[in-house]
């Protein structure tokens, strides 16, 4: 009886039914869109911090016992990973630069005009500041706004257009 009832519903509203059925299909359409630019987002937004890293770079009159103690400084900073602080040499610099750029940019350069540097993966990209902050004027670490980098303005734009991204995202599933 129920089947029978129902088939004859059907049949006698058939364009409110196919109306109904396209409008969810188009309404689940839009969210599954949103939902997979969201969580494709958040996933990039957190490689990206993941990916944070203090490069400090070392004075031309360097001392051994300078390089030594600004590694020693990042190794002890809580907020670097636990054996995540390498040195670059200047000769590794070069050959770095040298797979990352065309051949036609580096060869004409008659010597290597790359520092040396430390680089340290941190554990925190929220206290990318504080890291750098705290071998910025130590002895041997290159003065200047060059000196000590980290990705904060990079990090700070991929983040603040994720939370736009997210809101326009909530606003559009409050709607739907």
């Known amino acids: ?20 059925t ?3 299909l188009i309404v689940l359409y839009f969210l599954g869109v949103f939902v997979l630019f969201g969580t494709y987002l958040y996933a990039k937004v957190d490689k990206e911090r993941s990916g944070v890293r203090v490069t400090v770079y070392l004075d031309k009159r ?8 600004i590694g020693a400084r990042l190794r002890q900073n809580p907020d670097v990973k636990p054996k995540a602080v390498e040195f670059i040499s200047k000769a590794e610099a070069w050959q770095r630069l040298k797979q990352r750029v065309p051949k036609s940019v580096w060869e004409s350069v008659l010597t290597n005009p790359l520092p040396a540097s430390w680089e340290a993966s941190l554990a925190n990209p929220d206290n990318a ?7 910025r004027n ?3 670490a290159e003065k200047g706004p ?3 980098k980290y990705g904060a303005t990079d990090a700070a734009r ?5 939370a736009v991204v997210e809101l326009v995202r909530r606003g559009a599933l409050l709607l739907l």
Do not use: C, D, H, Y
């Open 158 to 162: 991929l983040l603040r257009n994720g």
């Open 62 to 69: 360097v001392t051994n016992q300078q390089v030594a103690a």
């Open 146 to 148: 060059n000196g000590v």
């Open 22 to 24: 396209v409008t969810v």
């Open 138 to 140: 130590m002895p041997g």
């Open 129 to 135: 500041k504080g890291v750098a902050n705290s071998v």
């Open 1 to 20: 009886f129920f089947l029978v009832e129902a088939i004859r519903a059907l049949r006698n509203n058939l364009a409110t039914t196919v109306a109904a």
